[in-house]
């Protein structure tokens, strides 16, 4: 697009051709919606409201239960594998720096400099007054990486699927999605207006029987899945899925977060993993929080695809200021580390496969994890979960418990992010340390 064709644009969605992007806004708003028959109108206070409600059951169950609130523990200092909380130096499996970027000092020096050419923050929306060069360059970086045409940045990886998924489709359109996908994706969804329907997790016949049904009565259609599940650490099931959306003439959107730099002889997910080819997905999507030190989410795809989300998609140039600088800059050098320090791949997947391997010959229950950096230990009971984290953080090892409603009832859990820092002896030791507390528990 040239220059001129730029600002004309710029011009016709400052002007008012933002109709279907206000659009969206009404709608997930519910502003279309019929009132209503009968309410009860209820005051300003939200003490009753029913997040409050189950905040204070939970904390009634924690108290009862003598169990310390393990969540919102602030920390002050990282190094490698281990974050300092309550003056004490704690193995960390609780944030996911797959591989070890977020302490790395020379994307501490990138986004310092970044920070006093750039400032803090580029305080506007892009399409506005809010580009800089340096995120063309982390776009372009992106698209190079994975072999499309073009990429984007958005300021957060939630934003990018709501985003993105909200703007693409609208009410005359199908989403399909793996039943295990990220709520970033669900959200999205909803936000669209569009038809939703899931199919069992990694289940390619479900999916195409459902596509035989209903793929016809819906103008677009995209399926929905990633390359690494973040909740139960397996793969996707992502080549015969693809091949089924493709049969239906459906388009393929794939969460790579964390999949990106954990999977692959050097980190390049799935199509180095999977010998998935870049043509293959439409819709190219992952986070730079996991792997490269950052925060942020982008999509890459075609030339075609970009351009409508940058001049158009709500939380991308419009309507919404980007990612800092500092934070930009810091996704950069990373990636470019990516390439040519693959020796954090291998350390890292060296890590979470002895991790998996001896924790299942200690008869702990991984569920369905199956070599990847996210390795759970299923307790099934929520009290048991949460009382086994409570027990590890006091004996210096750092990891949360996932219970209902994020996982289904029943297999409440604890994630283990595994990282390029972790050493043997560190793994040894937590793996050591679970299989005695849930002995003492008994």
């Given at each position: 697009?040239?220059?001129?064709?730029?600002?004309?644009?710029?011009?016709?969605?400052?002007?008012?051709?933002?109709?279907?992007?206000?659009?969206?806004?009404?709608?997930?708003?519910?502003?279309?919606?019929?009132?209503?028959?009968?309410?009860?109108?209820?005051?300003?206070?939200?003490?009753?409201?029913?997040?409050?409600?189950?905040?204070?059951?939970?904390?009634?169950?924690?108290?009862?239960?003598?169990?310390?609130?393990?969540?919102?523990k602030a920390w002050s200092k990282r190094k490698g594998s281990r974050l300092l909380i309550d003056n004490q130096w704690k193995i960390n499996f609780s944030s996911y720096n797959y591989l070890d970027m977020a302490s790395d000092p020379d994307l501490?020096?990138?986004?310092?400099?970044?920070?006093?050419?750039?400032?803090?923050?580029?305080?506007?929306?892009?399409?506005?007054?809010?580009?800089?060069?340096?995120?063309?360059?982390?776009?372009?970086?992106?698209?190079?990486?994975?072999?499309?045409?073009?990429?984007?940045?958005?300021?957060?990886?939630?934003?990018?699927?709501?985003?993105?998924?909200?703007?693409?489709?609208?009410?005359?359109?199908?989403?399909?999605?793996?039943?295990?996908?990220?709520?970033?994706?669900?959200?999205?969804?909803?936000?669209?207006?569009?038809?939703?329907?899931?199919?069992?997790?990694?289940?390619?016949?479900?999916?195409?029987?459902?596509?035989?049904?209903?793929?016809?009565?819906?103008?677009?259609?995209?399926?929905?899945?990633?390359?690494?599940?973040?909740?139960?650490?397996?793969?996707?099931?992502?080549?015969?899925?693809?091949?089924?959306?493709?049969?239906?003439?459906?388009?393929?959107?794939?969460?790579?977060?964390?999949?990106?730099?954990?999977?692959?002889?050097?980190?390049?997910?799935?199509?180095?993993?999977?010998?998935?080819?870049?043509?293959?997905?439409?819709?190219?999507?992952?986070?730079?929080?996991?792997?490269?030190?950052?925060?942020?989410?982008?999509?890459?795809?075609?030339?075609?695809?970009?351009?409508?989300?940058?001049?158009?998609?709500?939380?991308?140039?419009?309507?919404?200021?980007?990612?800092?600088?500092?934070?930009?800059?810091?996704?950069?050098?990373?990636?470019?580390?990516?390439?040519?320090?693959?020796?954090?791949?291998?350390?890292?997947?060296?890590?979470?496969?002895?991790?998996?391997?001896?924790?299942?010959?200690?008869?702990?229950?991984?569920?369905?994890?199956?070599?990847?950096?996210?390795?759970?230990?299923?307790?099934?009971?929520?009290?048991?979960?949460?009382?086994?984290?409570?027990?590890?953080?006091?004996?210096?090892?750092?990891?949360?418990?996932?219970?209902?409603?994020?996982?289904?009832?029943?297999?409440?859990?604890?994630?283990?992010?595994?990282?390029?820092?972790?050493?043997?002896?560190?793994?040894?030791?937590?793996?050591?340390?679970?299989?005695?507390?849930?002995?003492?528990?008994?």
């Amino acid at each position: 697009m040239s220059s001129v064709d730029s600002r004309a644009l710029a011009r016709q969605l400052i002007s008012g051709n933002q109709a279907k992007g206000e659009k969206a806004t009404r709608k997930s708003l519910g502003a279309n919606r019929k009132p209503t028959a009968s309410v009860t109108p209820i005051g300003r206070s939200f003490d009753d409201h029913p997040g409050i409600i189950a905040l204070l059951a939970i904390n009634q169950n924690l108290d009862d239960k003598k169990i310390d609130n393990p969540y919102f523990k602030a920390w002050s200092k990282r190094k490698g594998s281990r974050l300092l909380i309550d003056n004490q130096w704690k193995i960390n499996f609780s944030s996911y720096n797959y591989l070890d970027m977020a302490s790395d000092p020379d994307l501490a020096e990138a986004a310092k400099q970044a920070i006093d050419q750039y400032g803090t923050s580029v305080s506007a929306a892009r399409i506005v007054s809010g580009q800089i060069p340096l995120y063309e360059e982390l776009e372009a970086e992106f698209a190079d990486f994975f072999g499309t045409e073009d990429a984007l940045v958005f300021i957060s990886g939630f934003l990018t699927n709501v985003s993105t998924i909200g703007y693409l489709f609208n009410e005359k359109d199908l989403i399909v999605h793996d039943a295990l996908i990220h709520n970033s994706m669900i959200s999205g969804a909803l936000m669209s207006g569009a038809r939703r329907l899931n199919f069992s997790h990694n289940d390619a016949e479900a999916l195409d029987k459902l596509l035989r049904i209903h793929r016809n009565r819906h103008e677009r259609c995209v399926v929905l899945l990633e390359g690494v599940y973040s909740m139960d650490g397996d793969f996707g099931n992502v080549q015969p899925i693809i091949d089924i959306a493709h049969h239906h003439n459906c388009s393929v959107m794939l969460d790579e977060a964390h999949s990106l730099g954990t999977i692959g002889k050097t980190g390049r997910g799935a199509q180095e993993a999977m010998g998935i080819k870049p043509d293959d997905v439409d819709i190219w999507m992952g986070s730079l929080s996991k792997s490269l030190g950052s925060v942020g989410g982008y999509i890459a795809g075609s030339k075609a695809l970009i351009e409508n989300l940058r001049y158009y998609a709500p939380g991308a140039a419009l309507y919404c200021a980007t990612t800092p600088p500092a934070s930009a800059a810091a996704a950069l050098c990373a990636l470019q580390k990516l390439k040519t320090e693959t020796w954090r791949v291998r350390k890292l997947q060296t890590n979470f496969t002895y991790f998996l391997k001896r924790a299942n010959e200690l008869g702990l229950n991984t569920g369905i994890s199956e070599g990847t950096a996210v390795v759970p230990i299923i307790t099934g009971d929520t009290n048991t979960a949460l009382e086994l984290t409570t027990r590890l953080n006091k004996q210096g090892i750092n990891v949360q418990a996932i219970f209902y409603p994020i996982v289904p009832d029943g297999e409440a859990r604890l994630r283990f992010f595994i990282n390029t820092a972790h050493t043997k002896q560190e793994l040894d030791y937590t793996l050591n340390k679970i299989v005695e507390n849930i002995k003492a528990m008994k």
